[in-house]
């Protein structure tokens, strides 16, 4: 059974700080690997979407890493602004299409 | 990115009642959705897969009896929550993936739907 475990539970920085998410999954024999944002009472918004034959992906300010081997998974947010706050949610697949999620990082940029 | 659209976006009931939420995609056509129940400051846990034209998979712990779900097109899964009572009170987010995409495209969401029973 995969299980996914996000580190750490909440993070407060000041803006303009450079941050790093991580994401950890139990069962390494996975397609993919996703990265979420959710805003207060909102769905969620899909940020990255890693490949399994990856290493990264980037999008402007926010690169995601994968290491499939050792199960982890990095969200790299630089020069960090007020409205990055927000949960970040990490998931991977289980079997052909379920798929997992963290218990998300929790993100607050002071201005 | 693709749209997933879900409606209604908040609903209040009484007790007993029977509510249906609608989860569409816009721009796409998904075989497959699924529907997910959200605790306040709680992780996302999946209830079911809803698959075109057949039966809803769920998970193990939820009531197929309760939460009812129909997939009567490619663009369209709904989840009727029956006879609710307080503790179904949630957020509920649908996902869908593009058919084309396979089983390692991309999921996008819903923008969920919170559930309030009196």
């Known amino acids: 059974k995969q299980e996914v475990t996000q580190i750490p539970a909440a993070l407060s920085v000041p803006e303009g700080e450079n941050l790093v998410l991580n994401c950890s999954f139990t069962?390494?024999?996975?397609?993919?690997l996703q990265w979420f944002r959710q805003d207060p009472g909102k769905g969620l918004t899909s940020l990255l979407l890693?490949?399994?034959?990856?290493r990264e992906q980037t999008s402007g300010r926010l690169n995601a890493s994968l290491d499939k081997s050792s199960g982890r998974s990095t969200l790299y947010i630089a020069a960090s602004q007020p409205g990055d706050s927000a949960t970040y949610l990490c998931a991977v697949p289980q079997g052909a299409q379920k798929l997992v999620f963290g218990q998300g990082t929790r993100l607050t940029i002071n201005p | 990115g693709a749209v997933v659209s879900q409606h209604p976006s908040w609903v209040i009931c009484k007790s007993g009642t029977s509510v249906k939420i609608e989860c569409r995609s816009l721009d796409f056509q998904a075989t497959t959705m699924f529907w997910y129940r959200q605790f306040p400051k709680q992780s996302l846990m999946l209830m079911a897969t809803s698959n075109e034209g057949s039966k809803a998979t769920y998970e193990q712990g939820v009531e197929k009896d309760k939460f009812l779900i129909n997939h009567a097109s490619l663009t369209l899964s709904t989840l009727t929550v029956t006879s609710a009572h307080p503790e179904d009170s949630s957020f509920y987010i649908c996902s869908a993936r593009d058919s084309q995409g396979g089983n390692t495209g991309e999921l996008f969401f819903g923008e969920g739907s919170r559930l309030t029973v009196l």
């Open positions: 069962d390494s024999a996975i397609y993919n």
């Open positions: 890693i490949q399994s034959s990856q």
